[in-house]
């Protein structure tokens, strides 16, 4: 496992992201209270809004909402591994909700290089697929993905480029 | 296309899914400050958050966050795909972010059923395997993904299955 650290945001291409390299994200944590803010608003499942009813489920009170977890990988996603004012992603593959994310737990994520190819058609950018695991404090996985990212090549790759 | 009508969310179990079945899942818009203050959270990429730096890109103005479009459509599945108090998710499957989402357009989805199978290990439950489409107003998709839900079985089924 080949960790790496990505240069500042403002000056991340293409030709920074090696198949295998692994860079850690950070962490992040969802509070109770954003918890079921977030899920009211966008998957008002008892599971994720009812403290009354999850006290008494299975996981013993609420849990965030799949999609909540996400967004909070996101931020670090975007801080720690996109360069700034990137393209538009044209989706995740494999999106695996693993495990219940409580309130308050550190989730640490961490992202490896799966695949990087240079575009045929637009010579300006590349592709890049990646994994991304959300760890919780013991270490267990609770979500894992497998995005794709269009990421543009230094200036001096497209003028060697032909 | 079977075009359906599931029963209140109450009463919908995994028979209520059969392989074929179309549900309309009704529409959502994502308002120009919601998206900006969504993003600013959770996705703070320039295409999102920065007036006027999207002013002057490539979509003449922000786009909503990927991550949004999907939380206006979980409200969507929730309300009127899923039922009450059901089960959590284990992910989604080629989620694809094919066109970008304005400000104040009216988004318009649909549900497919792909696959539904009842749970050898767990035969409480089946797993019912979708393809979701949303659409802008011109028709054109705008996100598509393939989610997996674990759907109880009714009561009676359960019965009889021995």
Chains 1, 2 share one sequence.
Do not use: K
């Not at 960790?3 to 692994?22: I, K, N, Q, W």
């Not at 995740?92 to 190819?117: K, M, S």
């Amino acid at each position: 496992m080949v960790r790496c650290v990505l240069p500042p945001a403002a000056e991340r291409h293409f030709e920074d992201y090696p198949v295998g390299a692994v860079f850690d994200l950070g962490s992040f944590l969802l509070a109770e209270d954003d918890i079921v803010s977030f899920a009211t608003r966008y998957d008002p499942q008892s599971m994720h809004i009812d403290r009354d009813w999850a006290a008494q489920g299975p996981f013993g009170g609420v849990i965030a909402s799949g999609w909540h977890t996400v967004a909070g990988l996101m931020r670090l996603i975007v801080e720690n591994f996109l360069p700034r004012n990137g393209l538009a992603s044209p989706g995740i593959n494999e999106l695996r909700w693993l495990l219940p994310v409580y309130p308050g737990e550190t989730l640490r994520a961490q992202v490896t290089v799966t695949e990087a190819r240079r575009s045929r058609s637009r010579p300006d950018r590349g592709l890049v697929t990646s994994f991304v695991e959300v760890l919780n404090q013991a270490g267990d996985p609770v979500l894992t993905m497998r995005p794709m990212n269009f990421i543009r090549v230094r200036p001096e790759s497209l003028a060697s480029s032909g």
